[in-house]
DNA sequence: TCATTATATGCACATATTATCATATAAGCA
DNA sequence: TGCTTATATGATAATATGTGCATATAATGA
């Protein structure tokens, strides 16, 4: 059973808690998911909130689509982008709540 | 007060978030960290034990020593380093739980 | 002091990552 | 169809990262 106290991890768990560390290793998309934890965001206005560029945005966006940390809809041209992580979310709030309590 | 639910996320908070996420994104890494989740370790048992150079060894442990991850007591000429942050150590198994679960 | 063992460090190299520009695609509407 | 808006993509350059070699440091014991 899986166990993460268990004597070796396996390489495809390694990889993908590595991948998903690296994910929320980025001030740009750890700022992103961050935004989207209160609403979902249009690809411009997240970039127009946090002041980067369209291009930036939408590569990163992609990066976090791969791992499926992120989801979207379409609304016409407009994709509203949400988190598709609960659990990656609920980690990355805990690492902010420990960060800014230190 | 603190809340990563707020408008903004502070440079320093996320600074800390980003490099602590980074040190969790690399494999190499992960695996000392899993390793010392069981129990304190040598710089030697751990190369020996994950089957990487000594140097490569002291070298990650010297990253998550700066970010107070790990620490560690010396007996004579031999270092044992053990985890030094029981939340990040938490959050690591949660990940691994996670993914494996996957 | 000298040799030995354990660990740390400086440097170099290969690779990975990030942001940006320019441009492509895709949907909606006149 | 052609125009506009929103987003995605490819290429590139600058920077960061991970590893290993060679060597330095530090503690111990003969």
Redesign the interface.
């Known amino acids: 059973m899986?166990?993460?106290?268990s004597e070796d991890?396996?390489s495809e768990?390694?990889?993908?808690?590595?991948?998903?560390?690296?994910?929320?290793?980025?001030?740009t998309r750890?700022?992103i998911l961050?935004l989207l934890?209160?609403k979902e965001c249009s690809v411009n206005a997240i970039a127009e909130a946090l002041d980067i560029r369209q291009s930036t945005v939408s590569h990163q966006l992609r990066f976090l689509k791969n791992l499926r940390l992120v989801k979207y809809r379409r609304e016409g041209t407009t994709l509203y982008y949400s988190p598709d992580d609960e659990?990656?979310m609920l980690?990355?709030?805990?690492?902010?709540?420990?960060?800014?309590?230190?």
């Open positions: 899986e166990n993460s106290s991890l396996d768990t390694l990889f993908i808690v590595s991948q998903t560390f690296k994910a929320l290793g980025d001030p750890i700022r961050h934890f209160k659990h990656v980690i990355l709030k805990q690492m902010i709540d420990h960060a800014s309590h230190s």
